[in-house]
Nanobody, 128 residues
Framework: EVQLVESGGGSAQSGGSLSLSCTASGLTFDDDVMGWFRQAPGKEREAVSCMSRRLGKVDYADAVKGRFTISRDIAKNTSYLELNSLKAEDTAVYYC?????????????????????WGQGTQVTVSS
């Protein structure tokens, strides 16, 4: 069973920065992807970023490109999301998600469908 534990988040002013981390256990597949999603009040969940393990493929939602940076420490089974130049519209609960495959992945998906493990979520609040 894959378990994801998130940490970080909190409150920041517009233009500020925050960091999120997600540590996984049980990801024992040939390859895997760790991604970040968010859900603002009254809105649907949306993908933010993802990164595959073996090839290090990354992708970002257009809304966060150039402002957020995803990274992974493979040895620590941990994904990081650096949130810079924060905007009020970045306010949401951020979720870490993951899935594994028995083959090498050539990209990482920014849709929720493949992800079958989810963290508990961490709040990010940006005040203008």
């Amino acid at each position: 069973e894959v378990q994801l534990v998130e940490s970080g988040g909190g409150s920041a002013q517009s233009g500020g920065s925050l960091s999120l981390s997600c540590t996984a256990s049980g990801l024992t597949f040939d390859d895997d992807v760790m991604g970040w999603f968010r859900q603002a009040p009254g809105k649907e969940r949306e993908a933010v970023s993802c990164m595959s393990r073996r090839l290090g493929k990354v992708d970002y939602a257009d809304a966060v490109k150039g402002r957020f940076t995803i990274s992974r420490d493979i040895a620590k089974n941990t994904s990081y999301l650096e949130l810079n130049s924060l905007k009020a519209e970045d306010t949401a609960v951020y979720y870490c998600a993951a899935f594994g495959t028995p083959w090498k992945l050539v990209d990482c998906p920014l849709t929720g469908a493949p992800y079958n493990s989810w963290g508990q979520g961490t709040q990010v609040t940006v005040s203008s």
